[in-house]
C-alpha cells in the first residue's frame, strides 16, 4: 500500500475540522492547545497540498468554501473512525473518569435531571459533574461542555442530537382562581382569564400557548398581568397561589396535579407537545464519561416512557 500521509498532515486535517465546526480558528485553537495562528499556517499548508482554498477569511469571521465543506464532511467521518479504531485496540472498556460538563433548561434541570445524577454517580464514581442550569444556547467549543439538553433543538451538523421526549403540555390553575374566575370550556374563553405568559430572556418574545383543534394546532398569544422571563418555575408557583391560568410541561405539575394543588383545564384541546433532545459532539472529541451518560439518560427515558 503506498503512504499518503504523515503525522504533521493528519494534525492539520484535525486541525481543520475544529475550526469548520466552531467556524473560528482561535475556538479550534483552544480546543487544540495551540495558538490561533499555528491553527492557521497549520491551514495554509493543507491548503497549498491540495491546491484549493478551504475557508474565505475575513477580519472577523471565516467560513468554508464549497471544496472546504466538501473535504470536511469527509474527513470528518475519517477521523471518527480513526478514533474508533484507536480506542476498540486500546479498550473502549476504560473506566469513565473527570469532569462531565452539562448545560440543561431550568425545568429539565429540577424535573428530570438533578434527581438523576445521584444514581448515575454511583455507578460511575470516578466522574464528576458540573451543572449549568440555563435557558440560553451554548458554545459547545469555546464554553468547553461535553453534553447539553434543550427543547426545540435547532440541527446542528457538528452536533448528534438524541431525543429524549415530547414533553405533553397542559394548561393548569389553581383551585381557588376557578372558584373566582370560573373555568374557561373553550379557546375563546381564555380572553376573559388572567393568563400568565413566558418571555423568551433572548428577544422578549412570549411563547404562545399551543392547542390541539380537530386536529390541527392552534396557538394563542393571550395579555397577562404576570409575565415570566429565565425561569419557567416562576410560571408555575404564580398558578399555584391562584394568580391565574398557565401553560406549561406536564412532567413538571405532576405532582401538583395529584395532589390537586392545580387542576387541569381545556383538556379537549390538548395534545401538543415540545421536544426535549440530548446533544453532544461527533465522536472525536469524546471521552469514555460521555458516552456513559448518555447511555444512562437513554435507559432513563425508556423508564419514562413505559410509566
Not at 406549561?248 to 390538548?270: C, N, R, S, W
Request: with cysteine; charged share 20%; hydrophobic share 40%.
Amino acid at each position: 500500500m503506498k503512504r499518503h500521509f504523515e503525522d504533521v498532515q493528519l494534525g492539520s486535517i484535525e486541525l481543520f475540522c475544529l475550526a469548520a465546526e466552531a467556524s473560528s480558528f482561535t475556538a479550534a485553537a483552544q480546543v487544540a492547545g495551540v495558538t490561533p495562528a499555528a491553527v492557521s499556517r497549520s491551514i495554509s499548508r493543507l491548503e497549498e497540498r491540495l491546491g484549493s482554498r478551504l475557508f474565505v477569511r475575513t477580519t472577523r469571521s471565516i467560513r468554508l468554501t464549497d471544496s472546504g465543506r466538501t473535504y470536511f464532511e469527509q474527513c470528518r467521518q475519517a477521523l471518527t473512525q480513526l478514533v474508533e479504531a484507536r480506542q476498540e485496540v486500546m479498550g473502549a472498556q476504560r473506566v469513565p473518569s473527570g469532569q462531565l460538563r452539562i448545560s440543561v433548561p431550568t425545568t429539565y434541570a429540577h424535573h428530570r435531571l438533578l434527581p438523576l445524577l445521584p444514581k448515575f454517580r454511583a455507578l460511575y464514581p470516578h466522574v464528576s459533574v458540573d451543572i449549568h442550569i440555563s435557558n440560553r444556547n451554548i458554545d459547545f467549543v469555546a464554553e468547553g461542555y461535553d453534553l447539553a439538553i434543550r427543547v426545540r433543538a435547532q440541527p446542528d451538523p457538528s452536533l448528534i442530537a438524541r431525543l429524549l421526549e415530547d414533553a405533553e403540555l397542559v394548561v393548569v390553575a389553581a383551585p381557588a382562581y376557578l372558584q373566582r374566575a370560573g373555568t374557561p370550556q373553550t379557546l375563546q374563553e381564555l380572553a376573559l382569564h388572567e393568563c400568565i405568559q413566558f418571555e423568551l430572556p433572548s428577544n422578549g418574545r412570549r411563547i404562545p400557548w399551543l392547542f390541539q383543534v380537530q386536529g390541527q394546532e392552534q396557538a394563542f398569544a393571550g395579555e397577562a398581568g404576570y409575565s415570566i422571563s429565565q425561569d419557567v418555575l416562576g410560571g408555575v408557583t404564580l398558578a399555584k397561589h391562584g394568580a391565574g391560568l398557565f401553560q406549561t410541561y406536564k412532567f413538571i405539575v405532576e405532582q401538583e396535579l395529584a395532589d390537586g394543588t392545580l387542576v387541569e383545564v381545556l383538556k379537549p384541546f390538548g395534545g401538543r407537545s415540545r421536544p426535549f433532545t440530548l446533544l453532544y459532539p461527533h465522536g472525536r472529541y469524546v471521552s469514555h464519561r460521555v458516552p456513559a451518560f448518555v447511555d444512562f439518560l437513554l435507559a432513563c427515558r425508556d423508564e419514562w416512557a413505559a410509566s
